[in-house]
C-alpha cells in the first residue's frame, strides 16, 4: 500500500506543541495555524505560557504551550489533542493529561537525560515511557537536537543558532503528518528574515530535514492525516488574527466611521497590551497611542481626550480596571464617551497574569463609587472582538457613556480566521455632536428618546460650559439641591437603561422543546456551543442562549427565563453572571456551573454537566 493510500480524511484535528520558555513553541503553533489557513481550513488556536519571564531551564514551571485546533467548522480550540509534541521532558510530564488516549507523541528523544529528567520531577526509577503508555500511544522519539546540530555544523551555525530552530524540526513532522506542503512556511521565513539570509537557509533546512524524516519512519506512514476544509465560510479576504488585534483594529474601523480621530490612552498589562502595540502602529490611520506612566493616567488622559472630542478608548486587565474605577465614576458623572477595553485574566490581585477567568464581571457592573452606571458588553470570539469592540464604540459615541468591553486571555492571546469587512458595510456611527450657537443648549439637556446629551466639544461657538466630577444641574452649574441630584442620579440610569432599545432581542438556539436551558456570556461561546450541538445530535433536549450586551441586558432575557425549567449558567467565575441574572430574574430557578483553574471549559466536561442536569 502506498503512502497516499494510507492517508486518513478527517473532519478536525488537535495539534498541541509544548516546550522549554524560549523553545519556540508560540512560533510553531503560529506558523502552523497560519498554514492551515492558508490552505483552506477553519481555526482555533490557544497559546498557554507560563507567568515567568524566564523560570528554570527544564522545570515544569517554565514549559509553554500552543494548542491549534484545525478543521471544516471549528468553534474553539478542543479539549483534548491528537497529536502532542514535547520537546523536553518537562513538557511531556505537564501535557499528557492534554493528550487523547491513542494519540501521537513526538518527542526530542535527545533532551531526555537524566539531569532533564530530574528537574522535571522524575525520580531515578521513573520511566517517561512505560510500557504502559508504548501501548496506549504512538510514541515518535525523534532525535531532534541532534539533527538539528548537525545541519547547522554543515551550515557553519554555532551550537546556540543551530538549537534555536529545534522547533522547524518538529514543525516539519507536524507539516508531514498534517498533509501540508511547506511552500507558505518557506515564503513566511524569507519575509521574516530578508535581511539574515543565513538564518532563512538554516530554518528552511531544519524544516525540510523534519518534514523527510517523517516521511522516513515506517509508523508515521499509517498517522498521516488530510484535514476536510471549511465548507461554510463566504467568500472574501481572510486572515488569522488575535483577539487583541481585532480589538485594535474594530476601534480603527469605528474611528473611520465616526469620524473621530482615535485616542487611546493606557499602560502595558498582560494580557492586554497588544491592543496597544496594534494600534501603535498605525498612525497612518489617524491613531494616537499615549503609553502612560500607570493605569490612572492612562485612564484620565482618555477622558481628556474624549471632552476634546475624540473617539477615546482605555485597554487594561482586571488590576487595571480596579485602578480606574474613580476615573470611571468621573467620566460617568460629565457624561462623555469612552471605551475601556478588559482584558480578563486569573485574579484577584496579580493572580495567573497569563491564564484566562472572566473574573472581572461584577467589578465592570459595580466597581465604581457612588450610582455610577455604565455599559457592558462582551465579545465572545477572537474574531468577534473587531465587531464588539466596533459596537462598544457605537454605543459610546452615540448615547455618550463610558462602555466597558469584556475580553479574556483566552480570546485576546488566542487566534481565528476574521473574514476582512469593509468599513463602509459596518453600521453608521453618528456622534452626539452639539450644533454651535444653539440657543437652547444646555449641557446636561437630553434626547428625549437616548436619554443621552449632547457634546459640545472646546472652541465650539456658544456653547461654553464646565465639566467636572461634582454633581451639576441640567443647566450645567454645580448644584448639592438634594432633589436635584435624585434627579441626575435617576437620568444616569436611565440612559443606560435605554440603550436596550438599541440592542437586538436574546436568541436562543439548540432544541425547541429542550428542557434545559444554558446560558453562557463571553469567552465561552465556542465550547459552550460544540457542546449543545452534539447533544443535540444525539437527541438530547437542549437549548442554549449566550450574552453578549450585560448592562443593560437585551429586553426579551426575561421572557426566554421564564419558558423553561432547569437554567444552568456556565462561566469561567465563582458564579459572578448567575448572581447578576438572580438579582435581575429572582423567579427564575438557576443553578450553575463554574471553572476557576485558569483554563477554559472543555466540551467533555460541559456536556457531563448537562446530562447529569437533565437525569436530575
Not at 354 to 372: M, W
Not at 375 to 396: D, E, G, L, P, R
Not at 432 to 437: C, G, I, K, V
Not at 499 to 507: G, H, L, R, T, W
Request: charged share 25%.
Amino acid at each position: 500500500m502506498s503512502t497516499e493510500d494510507q492517508i486518513k480524511k478527517i473532519d478536525d484535528i488537535v495539534v498541541r506543541f509544548a516546550g522549554d520558555s524560549g523553545d519556540g513553541m508560540q512560533l510553531s503553533g503560529t506558523l502552523f495555524s497560519d498554514a492551515s489557513a492558508l490552505t483552506g481550513n477553519d481555526i482555533a488556536t490557544f497559546p498557554d505560557y507560563p507567568a515567568e519571564i524566564r523560570a528554570p531551564h527544564n522545570t515544569i514551571a517554565g514549559v509553554s504551550g500552543y494548542q491549534v485546533h484545525v478543521g471544516n467548522h471549528i468553534y474553539s480550540s478542543g479539549d483534548k489533542c491528537d497529536i502532542l509534541v514535547a520537546m523536553n521532558p518537562a513538557s511531556l510530564k505537564s501535557n499528557m493529561k492534554w493528550a487523547k488516549k491513542g494519540a501521537t507523541i513526538i518527542v526530542d528523544i535527545d533532551t531526555f537525560t537524566d539531569e532533564a529528567l530530574a528537574k522535571a520531577g522524575y525520580t531515578e526509577n521513573d520511566n517517561p515511557f512505560t510500557d504502559e503508555m508504548e501501548r496506549a500511544y504512538t510514541i515518535i522519539k525523534a532525535p531532534v537536537t541532534s539533527f538539528t546540530q548537525r545541519i547547522g555544523n554543515e551550515q557553519g551555525a554555532d551550537k546556540k543558532t543551530a538549537d534555536r530552530c529545534r522547533n522547524m524540526f518538529a514543525l516539519g513532522i507536524i507539516f508531514y503528518a498534517t498533509h501540508k506542503k511547506l511552500d507558505q512556511t518557506f515564503a513566511y521565513l524569507e519575509r521574516k528574515f530578508a535581511k539574515k539570509p543565513e538564518v532563512v537557509k538554516l530554518n528552511k533546512a531544519v524544516l525540510q530535514e523534519g518534514y523527510e524524516y517523517a516521511d522516513k519512519l515506517e509508523v508515521m506512514h499509517s498517522h498521516i492525516f488530510e484535514i476536510a476544509h471549511a465548507d461554510k465560510m463566504p467568500k472574501g479576504r481572510y486572515r488569522n488574527i488575535t483577539g487583541n488585534v481585532a480589538t485594535a483594529w474594530g476601534l480603527l474601523a469605528a474611528s473611520e466611521r465616526s469620524g473621530r480621530q482615535l485616542f487611546l490612552g493606557s499602560y502595558p498589562i498582560t494580557p492586554a497590551t497588544d491592543v496597544m502595540v496594534e494600534l501603535a502602529k498605525h498612525k497612518s490611520l489617524g491613531a494616537r497611542v499615549f503609553q502612560a506612566e500607570d493605569e490612572i493616567a492612562g485612564v484620565c488622559s482618555a477622558i481628556g481626550a474624549s471632552y476634546a472630542g475624540a473617539l477615546a478608548c482605555t485597554s487594561t486587565s482586571g488590576p487595571g480596571l480596579s485602578l480606574k474605577s474613580e476615573a470611571l465614576g468621573l467620566a460617568v458623572m460629565v457624561e462623555l464617551p469612552l471605551v475601556v477595553v478588559d482584558v480578563q485574566r486569573g485574579g484577584p490581585s496579580t493572580g495567573l497574569p497569563t491564564k484566562t477567568e472572566q473574573s472581572d464581571l461584577n467589578q465592570a457592573l459595580y466597581g465604581r463609587n457612588g450610582e455610577a452606571p455604565l455599559v457592558v458588553v462582551a465579545a465572545s470570539s477572537s474574531a468577534n472582538c473587531f465587531y464588539w469592540a466596533y459596537n462598544a464604540a457605537k454605543i459610546a459615541l452615540e448615547h455618550m457613556t463610558p462602555v466597558i468591553l469584556l475580553t479574556d486571555g483566552y480570546l485576546g492571546n488566542g487566534s481565528q480566521l476574521f473574514r476582512i469587512p469593509k468599513v463602509a458595510d459596518l453600521p453608521s456611527i453618528t456622534p452626539r455632536l452639539a450644533t454651535p450657537n444653539d440657543p437652547d443648549y444646555r449641557p446636561f439637556r437630553r434626547d428625549p428618546e437616548k436619554f443621552a446629551r449632547w457634546w459640545a466639544l472646546p472652541g465650539m461657538e456658544g456653547l461654553r460650559h464646565r465639566v467636572g466630577g461634582l454633581e451639576k444641574c441640567p443647566d450645567g452649574p454645580l448644584s448639592t439641591d438634594p432633589e436635584n441630584h435624585a434627579l441626575m442620579v435617576h437620568n444616569r440610569q436611565e440612559k443606560v437603561n435605554r440603550v436596550a432599545n438599541y440592542i437586538p432581542d436574546q436568541e436562543v438556539t439548540g432544541d425547541p422543546d429542550a428542557e434545559l436551558l444554558v446560558v453562557g456570556w463571553g469567552g465561552t461561546s465556542g465550547a459552550l456551543t460544540l457542546a449543545v450541538e452534539e447533544m443535540n445530535n444525539e437527541g438530547k433536549k437542549v437549548a442554549y442562549t449566550h450574552f453578549n450586551y450585560i448592562c443593560p441586558l437585551p429586553k426579551n432575557t426575561g421572557d426566554i427565563f421564564k419558558k423553561y425549567k432547569k437554567i444552568v449558567v456556565c462561566e469561567l467565575n465563582n458564579g459572578q453572571f448567575a448572581g447578576y441574572l438572580r438579582t435581575q430574574f429572582p423567579e427564575c430557578p438557576m443553578t450553575q456551573y463554574n471553572k476557576i483553574m485558569g483554563l477554559p471549559f472543555e466540551v467533555g466536561e460541559l456536556k457531563a454537566e448537562f446530562e447529569r442536569l437533565l437525569a436530575k
